[in-house]
């Protein structure tokens, strides 16, 4: 009784289905920028189609990192355009490629993947993931002193990202304006009692409400990894989600891998679906599906008996239209 499915179309600067612009991703065929002689992405489209469910483009945006050993296909931005990558290291050593959001022609090569996808796949909607900088470390000097024009870094940081937002939903408004638009913050905004952490306003430089309170998202899908009874606490941040939802619609996500990273019982899954529900978010999402369908803990089970027993419609967005679906 799923209703809508986040497939990952764009990975890390390469594709799960056919572009003009980036290569295939290798997840298919086995090999980068190797076709795998048919179309993931359409194919989920007609099969989920078919069963009355909706599919969104899952497109992660600025982190690029092929995360393989081999090499990189020639047709990977990391190389058409390796003036726009900016090596970035985590705390941990690890040393990934970001597109640079502070490189004005970064926003534009985006926002033509986004024109590229909208017009050649019937996707109901796009959802972008890593949609914000690694963190404050981001090397970024150089674009600063280019294009700062004397705001304060964090400022400009968030306004890169902002820019590419806005220009994203006016394209797909201007090319299919039914199409739905989210994204997947981290699930912090900014720390609060009994929620406080990783912030992703201050942070990673993410203002995920203002693009709400621009009208230029339809939905958020918050990242609300973590359990309901320890700091940072999973009802409190749905709340503050909701309440900050300007109209639009909160799918908080839900940290389904857990079970096995972590070892949660399904019993805490399932709680938190009551709690999006008691805190009237408008659906919650699962992260990830492989920990539905393998039915880890006997979760798909208990969804499909208890939580899920019922199809469920689709929460109407009627700023985007004021047309009632037909009767059953």
């Known amino acids: 009784n799923f209703n809508t499915i986040y497939f990952q179309s764009r990975v890390r600067g390469d594709v799960n289905y056919n572009s003009s ?3 295939w991703a290798r997840w298919f065929s086995g090999s980068s920028a190797q076709s795998p002689g048919w179309d993931p992405l359409d194919y989920v489209i007609e099969q989920a189609h078919t069963r009355g469910i909706e599919v969104h483009a899952w497109f992660v945006t600025y982190n690029v990192h092929s995360g393989n050993s081999s090499p990189v296909s020639a047709q990977h931005v990391a190389n058409q355009h390796s003036s726009w990558i900016t090596q970035w290291s985590s705390s ?42 690694p963190d404050d470390n981001f090397n970024d000097v150089a674009q600063y002193n280019t294009y700062g ?3 304060p870094l ?6 890169n990202i902002n820019q590419f937002v806005r220009g994203a939903y006016d394209t797909i408004q201007q090319l299919k304006p039914d ?45 609300i990894y973590w359990d309901i009874n320890t700091n940072p606490m999973f009802n409190v941040l749905v709340n503050d989600w909701v309440q900050n939802a300007n109209t639009r619609h909160i799918y908080p996500g839900i940290a389904a891998y857990r079970m096995l990273a972590n070892g949660w019982q399904s019993s805490e899954i399932l709680n938190q679906i009551d709690g999006t529900r008691s805190n009237l978010a408008n659906g919650q999402a699962m992260f990830s599906a492989y920990d539905i369908y393998s039915n880890t803990n006997s979760l798909m089970n208990q969804l499909k008996n208890t939580k899920y027993l019922y199809p469920a419609n689709i929460p109407s967005m009627n700023w985007k239209d004021s047309i009632p679906p037909n009767s059953p």
């Open 21 to 23: 612009i980036e290569p």
């Open 92 to 133: 941990g050593g690890t040393t990934l490629w970001w597109l640079n959001p502070g490189i004005p022609q970064v926003k534009d090569y985006l926002i033509s993947l986004v024109a590229e996808l909208i017009n050649n796949y019937e996707i109901d909607g796009i959802q972008f993931d890593y949609i914000r900088y």
């Open 149 to 151: 024009n004397g705001m």
């Open 154 to 159: 964090a400022d400009w940081r968030r306004e």
């Open 179 to 223: 199409v739905k638009v989210g994204s997947a913050p981290i699930g912090i905004y900014q720390n609060i009692p009994n929620a406080s952490g990783w912030e992703g306003y201050s942070e990673i430089y993410q203002d995920s409400r203002q693009w709400m309170l621009e009208d230029k998202h339809d939905y958020l899908c918050p990242q």
